[in-house]
């Protein structure tokens, strides 16, 4: 019954490590659902190029490009959030984990995800 | 300033409820000065426990607006908002409303084997630790333990696992790995090494460290054991 | 080193491997040519990748890696949450190393009709 709002600025705030922690477990069980459909769907080059081609027609659909979109966002927060473990598991910055958190995650992370993402979004989906 | 303070109330088996009182809060109070003035002057019937009030005894621990806390070392300015929620420690047992049990604590405590196994018990010597040992190097800081619990309580991992060590333990036991006179070290490695209990389960979400009341750095202390288990198989330098 | 240890290790060598091959991965899919920005992956386009057998050996070993890393972090998720005991974490584990050899093996299987 503690209030939405106070929890949230607590799990911003003093437990930012929590928060990362959720966040590094539930982008890897996507990650990882998707490696299953990924693999699915590559098998199919496996029937040839007109059941291949037939399987990829399905994925031209523009909200499909943004699904992927949003793979690279999912991709690069597991990622740098995974760097950040292993810079605090060398137990080099502990002190500095919540503003390594914000800054490469978050930061970093916009960078590196709108440098992809824009290009992609321009030419895949802003085309159509 | 008026506060409205929410309490947890429990009994013997009764499902907890929240009750609140308001109180005229002057800005040095403190929590625990908060509930001494609800206990006295509103309601005598809620429990809570205290010693030293000064942050010193750990006694006071609760969880305060959702984050594990010393009640006598948190002012209820530096709470945001007019209400402020005050609930028993997580992860333990609780007796009556803010009053737990420390047992499930003690209980991950004793399995790192905390009392010191001395080479020579019978010794009429002075075991001294040199200043430049491994021990006086690595444990600066790790030496102020006062078993409040806090770190139990804020441990993401121990909320879905019961069974874990928890931060206050691990640290203990690097305490005594560390230090030349003991003679367990083995053992204790081995309890460290389990994969369902031991430091493997330490996923350095750092809520102990967010919350520890002295400022000992506890991740640092679990990855210490993370990487010598790792890297020199629980060899240790002397 | 323990086998808990060797896990712990695994998954930051595996994690830190997976970000170059990540990279390779989506320049050479997504970024490598205007055809591939508009998102037209046709047969033909890929093949002319796949069909190199460098480009099949670091694909295979992206999908070993990748496996490794999401199984072995999915086992932590398992053994977080309280006892099992350890014959149930040993089905685990033998459940879902299974899982993982099944999957890799489906992957490979891929590439041979190229």
Redesign the interface.
Known sequence: MIPPRILVKTYLSPLIGMTAYFMQRVTGLLLLFYLLLHVHTVHEISGGPVAFNHAMDAFSNPLFRLLEIGLLGIVILHALNGIRIMVIDFGVATRHQKRLFWGLAVVIGTLIFIAGALPLFMHSVWER | MNKRI?ISRSGSGSKSR?QNYTLECSPELTVLDALFSIQQQQDPTIAFRCSCRVGMCGTCGMQI???SRLACKTRLTEL??K?V?L?PLPHLSVIRDLVISLAPFFEQWRKILPAMRSRDPESQELAVVPEDSAYMRHTAGKRDCITCGLCFS?C??LA????YLGPAAINKALLRVLDPRDTARAERLEIL?S????V??C?????C???CPKGI?L??SI??F??R???K?GELES | MSRNAFAWYMQRITGALLVPLLIAHFWVEHFMSATLMRGDLTYEVILSRISNPWWQAIDISFLLIALYHGLNGFYGIVLDYGKIGPRAATATLILIVAVGVAWAIWGIMAFHNL
């Open positions: 929410f929240w607006n959702g984050v945001d908002g209400d929620f609930a804020a993401g991992v879905t696992n019961k069974h090494d994969s369902q209990d031991g493997w389960r996923h350095t979400q750092m809520n460290v967010a919350v750095d991740t640092e990855g210490f993370k990487r288990l790792l890297l198989n």
